[in-house]
């Protein structure tokens, strides 16, 4: 009888500290997730607003620095978006947009024909690359000049022939995951990217690893078909949105 007695004293205990234990861990688990409500609603990037040709002026900022912007920049071609830097006057340093550097191979030809043949793709590039022109003067609050979308193509695409040491445009780098990252690289120590006999020079993003940017993410719709090369797309499918993230250089 002592031992029945002893026995569902034990199982007592056992269902008492059973009880007690799903207690407290249900306790804990509604302070996390009280926590996350709280953080959630404190975090300024929680709600980040995209930027649209409406509400550009009116959208917000987020200030972020080099250790921000680089994983951004290595994952532009898996993820499909655009990244564009420009400096405290609003002048383009480096661009990196698959669907971008996907004409620049033929870029001579689509200029020297572009009001013919090539018009539709000239006006491709001149569209986007105004745009994402026109939003960062709106963001720096200056008068928006106007657009040459040749000499903004020039800047972002030089390069320089091995051969004949002339000077063109290309982007020698798209079709091959290692290629992108090798010109990624050259551009945040300022070294050469050589393929094919065509030597394009980094924009020296190193130098820039102290100071900080103003960060806009504009939503656009796209307008190309997809074109798939090597698992990377030069462009989302007709109709669906695409990403434009935009780092303008803070005042010193």
Request: charged share 25%; no cysteine.
């Amino acid at each position: 009888m002592e031992n029945a007695v002893d026995a569902l004293k034990i199982a007592f205990s056992i269902l008492v500290f059973v009880l007690a234990l799903a207690l407290a861990i249900s306790v804990v688990a509604q302070a996390r997730s009280t926590a996350d409500v709280i953080f959630h609603f404190n975090d300024k990037t929680e709600f980040y607003e995209y930027a649209t040709k409406d509400n550009i002026e009116n959208s917000k900022n987020r200030i972020v620095g080099m250790e921000t912007i680089m994983p951004t920049i290595h994952r532009y071609a898996k993820e499909q978006f655009a990244v564009t830097i420009f400096d405290k006057d609003g002048e383009p340093i480096v661009r990196y947009d698959l669907w971008t550097e996907g004409f620049m191979t033929n870029w001579n030809q689509i200029v020297k024909n572009k009001n013919s043949s090539e018009k539709e793709n000239y006006e491709e590039v001149k569209n986007r690359l105004e745009m994402v022109h026109e939003q960062v003067y709106k963001t720096l609050n200056k008068p928006v000049p106007e657009f040459n979308v040749e000499e903004m193509v020039r800047k972002l695409y030089s390069v320089k022939s091995s051969t004949n040491n002339t000077v063109n445009v290309g982007a020698p780098w798209v079709g091959d995951n290692s290629k992108i990252q090798s010109r990624i690289k050259a551009d945040m120590l300022g070294q050469k990217y050589e393929n094919n006999f065509i030597t394009y020079t980094g924009k020296n993003l190193k130098k820039y690893e102290n100071d900080k940017f103003i960060e806009k993410f504009l939503e656009v719709t796209t307008s190309g078909e997809t074109i798939t090369d090597d698992g990377y797309s030069l462009e989302i499918i007709k109709g669906n949105k695409k990403l434009e993230i935009i780092y303008i250089l803070l005042q010193s």
